[in-house]
């Protein structure tokens, strides 16, 4: 992967482009060598390994499309865009440092002086919001590859699409798998407590999950929101401690997932099962960090690397992405990442122009079936929203220390773990 690694390190901020790349963003242009294509993500600060890890990913499916490749997916054979007579996608980055204003000025850069032609990111759904609000003011796609905060799709914004599921479909498979374990092991679940860091992301999934849980009669024994990096989750902790529920659900990015687990550990706080909301909770840093405490983990995700079955290309690509990203497989944020490439990719394919308004029609005509991705879904098609209505996720648990899928059953490689007492 040496190629990915050179032309990361040439094109994060490069401004030698092409004559494609220097057009009008809103220009029909001719197909050339290279498309260029905007990326924001958290490259410095706290959250910089995420950003260096979507980096990797999407490097690597640019990687895969240009080059010669024989992996059963779409686009998988490379040789270009075959559309756009051959021409090769060029990825520039912007740094958010996690930050929504500068996400927001990064975006806006990238847009007037880099001339790309679309924007994908960008790991919080707080960044996405000022991100996805400059490409609809300029007119380019927003591809939203990992933000899940339901309330992105409903801003009524023309240029954004999200080809991953949204909170509220993370949640409902939380509260599925809980009424399907509880009916197969007699042990169900009677309480939840939810804890959640209080952007966007965390507020949008405490509120569907408390509606969740409502509807299925499963008592809500704490809802605790809690200041986002916060240095100390002691207080909070005992809380749930005293919530004393069958499940404790967060929602938290890296650091705060690992503060959290540690507390836990230090006030000698088991919980009976974790049922956590992803993002922080599947970075490798939190594994690293917090060992064998994530033995018995659940989480929600919108990939499964153990489908191989299922999907047949999970292999090759990971055999790709592993060693250009420090010995990482690939997750659920790095899988959505290669995934929003090849959903733009192959837009870009059709529309047979860099043309935004062909390119919007082509992202709107999208329909990809589950088999040629990565992802174990349905397929990839968009709503009037831009919201994929295809994407069904998955539960996973950390079993002996691999991510194995649990849930639905159809799909599990292994049973899952579960404490909960009848």
Known sequence: MVSITRRLLLGAGSSGLTGLALAAPRRARAASQEIVIGAVYP???????????????????????????NIPMLLGHGGGLPGLGGAKLKLIFGDSQNNPQIAQSEAQRLITQEHVIAIIGSYTSATAVTISQVCNRYQLPYISAENSAPTLNRQG????????????????????????????TGHPVRSVAIIHENSVFGTDSSRVQVKLAQQAGIKVAANISYQAS?????????????????????????????????????????????MAQDAGFIDPAFL?????????????SSFALDAVKLRPAIPDVNALVKPADDGKDLNDMTSREVTALQ???DALNRAKSTDNMALRTALRATDIPGNQTIMPWQGIKFDSTGQNIGG????????????????????????????VSA
Do not use: C
Not at 49 to 68: K, S, V, Y
Not at 236 to 249: F, G, N, Q, T, Y
Not at 400 to 405: A, C, E, F, L, P
């Open 43 to 69: 490259l410095s600060g706290a959250a910089s390994a995420i950003g260096h890890d979507a980096q990797m990913a999407l490097q690597t499916e640019a990687e895969i499309i240009n080059g010669h490749y």
């Open 392 to 419: 069904k996720p998955v539960i996973q648990q950390f079993q002996s220390g691999q991510w194995r899928t649990i849930y639905p059953f159809e799909l599990a490689t292994k049973a899952a773990i579960w404490n």
């Open 288 to 300: 690293k960090a917090v060992g064998p405490l994530a033995e018995g983990l659940m989480t929600r």
């Open 343 to 345: 959903v733009l990719a």
């Open 230 to 274: 916060t240095p100390s989750l002691q207080v909070e902790v005992e809380r749930l401690r005293a919530a004393d529920a069958d499940v404790v659900m967060p929602t938290s990015y890296t650091n705060d997932a690992i503060l959290m687990m540690r507390t836990m550990h230090d006030v000698g706080y088991k919980p009976k099962a974790i």
């Open 157 to 184: 914004l023309e240029w954004f699409f999200r080809p991953s599921p949204t909170d509220v479909d993370f949640s409902q498979a939380m509260f599925d798998f809980f009424t399907a374990i509880g009916k197969r």
